[in-house]
Every structure is written in structure tokens, then in C-alpha cells.
């Protein structure tokens, strides 16, 4: 079984991968999951990560995040994926919607749009969304 992953992994290289998160930070584990597998796609080769938060997703980049010790931080897991280049967008009108300012993104993170969300939907070889 774990050969005939690695093997999976090998042939996906070269790929555009977009995320698209919808869900909270907490509460669900969609968003949580929705970066594991970004954090895990960022270690491959070749492989080109992006993640766009929307609706609720947008709180996933709310700056100053603390979880209990033990219980996994997504402002951290956001964190990880930006140190290594990860672009990472949020939709403007959901932030405006909740009340969500430029200021209250993490470091690394950009207010972005539909607009932008559409010319990364064209430009990816695969899609998922959480």
C-alpha cells in the first residue's frame, strides 16, 4: 500500500493545486483537514500550492489565534504554509461581510476577490475544496 502511494505521489508532480476552504477554523475539522493536505502537498516536488478561504473560512486567518496546549492552532498551520511561499487569498466581500479588516489577516495572507479565485480556478490542475 505505501508503495503504491509514493507512486501516486511521484506521478502528480508538476501540478497546480488549488484548496478552496469554506468552513470555520473551529468547530469543524473541514478547514483543519483542508490544510493538512495543503501543508502535505507543499512537501512534494514540483507541486504548486494555493489555498483561497471563503465564507467562514475567512476567520481562518484572523491573526492572534490561541488554542488550548495540545489542540491544533490553524493560525499556525496558515503560518507554516506561507513561510514556504504559499499563496494564500481571502474573499473580500466574505471578510466584509463578517466584519473582517486588512489588519486582522496574519502576516502573509492577502484580502483578495472572485476575480482572483476564477484566474486560480483556470490556472489549477486540480481543484478541491473543503
Given at each position: 500500500?505505501?508503495?503504491?502511494?509514493?507512486?501516486?505521489?511521484?506521478?502528480?508532480?508538476?501540478?497546480?493545486?488549488?484548496?478552496?476552504?469554506?468552513?470555520?477554523?473551529?468547530?469543524?475539522?473541514?478547514?483543519?483537514?483542508?490544510?493538512?493536505?495543503?501543508?502535505?502537498l507543499?512537501?512534494t516536488?514540483?507541486?504548486?500550492v494555493?489555498?483561497?478561504?471563503?465564507?467562514?473560512a475567512?476567520?481562518?486567518?484572523?491573526?492572534?489565534?490561541?488554542?488550548?496546549?495540545?489542540?491544533?492552532?490553524?493560525?499556525?498551520?496558515?503560518?507554516?504554509?506561507?513561510?514556504?511561499?504559499?499563496?494564500?487569498?481571502?474573499?473580500?466581500?466574505?471578510?466584509?461581510?463578517r466584519?473582517?479588516?486588512?489588519?486582522?489577516?496574519?502576516?502573509?495572507?492577502?484580502?483578495?476577490?472572485?476575480?482572483?479565485?476564477?484566474?486560480?480556478t483556470?490556472?489549477?490542475?486540480?481543484v478541491?475544496?473543503?
Open positions: 500500500m505505501a508503495g503504491a502511494l509514493k507512486a501516486t505521489i511521484a506521478d502528480s508532480r508538476g501540478m497546480n493545486v488549488l484548496l478552496i476552504l469554506n468552513d470555520g477554523p473551529y468547530g469543524t475539522e473541514r478547514s483543519y483537514n483542508g490544510l493538512r493536505l495543503a501543508l502535505s507543499a512537501k516536488t514540483d507541486t504548486s494555493r489555498v483561497f478561504l471563503m465564507a467562514d475567512v476567520a481562518c486567518a484572523k491573526t492572534g489565534q490561541t488554542t488550548p496546549e495540545g489542540y491544533y492552532n490553524i493560525g499556525r498551520m496558515l503560518k507554516g504554509l506561507t513561510s514556504k511561499g504559499i499563496e494564500i487569498g481571502t474573499c473580500g466581500s466574505c471578510m466584509d461581510a466584519g473582517y479588516s486588512d489588519a486582522d489577516l496574519d502576516a502573509g495572507i492577502c484580502r483578495s476577490s472572485m476575480a482572483q479565485l476564477a484566474a486560480w483556470l490556472e489549477a490542475d486540480k478541491v475544496t473543503f
